[in-house]
């Protein structure tokens, strides 16, 4: 028999005030609503698979320009063509790139080149001289924007003139974006 001492017996607890309702479930006192049905041919997605796709749908590609291009092929077309121009005016060039660059024939140059191959028009990438199927992915793409920027920051492509890869750069960059300035005026 156990002591009135011992810990570990169980007592009696006396009731506190009047007598305490039944126990109810949290889901008893709040009511659960119905899950909804998933209607046939659907497939669910969670969260939130009840109220349809929630997942964004990616933009459509543009007909006839790699992956990440922003632009339209006319636009490279026309950028291709006003930066070959730039680059034949040789000294007179006029370029509108953020970077310090020295020779504007140059980076008209890089210009021309990261439209051209955008366009399909060179068979070896512009700064890493690689051949990819065309249309380029957006890493292929991306991998080119990110070796001039190397280049220009002289961690890498030492053979590659600083100042044509800003002009890829810059045309890269312009291409994979419509927040971007054209990085050769137009002509006039």
Same mark, same amino acid.
């Given at each position: 028999?156990?002591?009135?001492?011992?810990?570990?017996?169980?007592?009696?607890?006396?009731?506190?005030?009047?007598?305490?309702?039944?126990?109810?479930?949290?889901?008893?006192?709040?009511?659960?609503?119905?899950?909804?049905?998933?209607?046939?041919?659907?497939?669910?997605?969670?969260?939130?698979?009840?109220?349809?796709?929630?997942?964004?749908?990616?933009?459509?590609?543009?007909?006839?320009?790699?992956?990440?291009?922003?632009?339209?092929?006319?636009?490279?077309?026309?950028?291709?063509?006003?930066?070959?121009?730039?680059?034949?005016?040789?000294? $007179? /060039?006029? %370029?509108?790139?953020?970077?310090?660059?020295?020779?504007?024939?140059?980076?008209?140059?890089? &210009?021309? @080149? =990261? *439209?051209?191959?955008?366009?399909?028009?060179?068979?070896?990438?512009?700064?890493?001289?690689?051949?990819?199927?065309?249309?380029?992915?957006?890493?292929?793409?991306?991998?080119?924007?990110?070796?001039?920027?190397?280049?220009?920051?002289?961690?890498?492509?030492?053979?590659?003139?600083?100042?044509? $890869? /800003?002009? %890829?750069?810059?045309?890269?960059?312009?291409?994979?974006?419509?927040?971007?300035?054209?990085? &050769?005026? @137009? =002509? *006039?």
């Amino acid at each position: 028999m156990a002591s009135s001492s011992d810990p570990w017996s169980e007592r009696r607890q006396a009731p506190h005030g009047p007598a305490e309702p039944p126990q109810r479930s949290v889901s008893e006192i709040l009511g659960t609503p119905e899950r909804p049905t998933i209607l046939p041919g659907a497939t669910p997605q969670w969260p939130g698979h009840e109220y349809g796709n929630t997942v964004p749908a990616k933009p459509a590609p543009i007909p006839g320009v790699p992956g990440a291009v922003r632009r339209q092929r006319a636009e490279l077309e026309t950028l291709r063509d006003d930066a070959a121009r730039q680059y034949h005016a040789g000294e $007179a /060039a006029r %370029v509108h790139v953020y970077a310090n660059h020295r020779k504007e024939a140059a980076v008209a140059q890089g &210009v021309w @080149a =990261a *439209a051209a191959w955008l366009l399909g028009e060179l068979q070896a990438s512009p700064i890493s001289r690689e051949a990819y199927t065309y249309p380029y992915t957006a890493r292929e793409v991306g991998r080119e924007e990110t070796r001039a920027r190397d280049c220009i920051e002289g961690n890498a492509w030492y053979e590659v003139d600083e100042d044509y $890869a /800003a002009g %890829v750069l810059h045309g890269l960059e312009w291409a994979t974006s419509t927040e971007k300035q054209r990085p &050769v005026p @137009a =002509a *006039a």
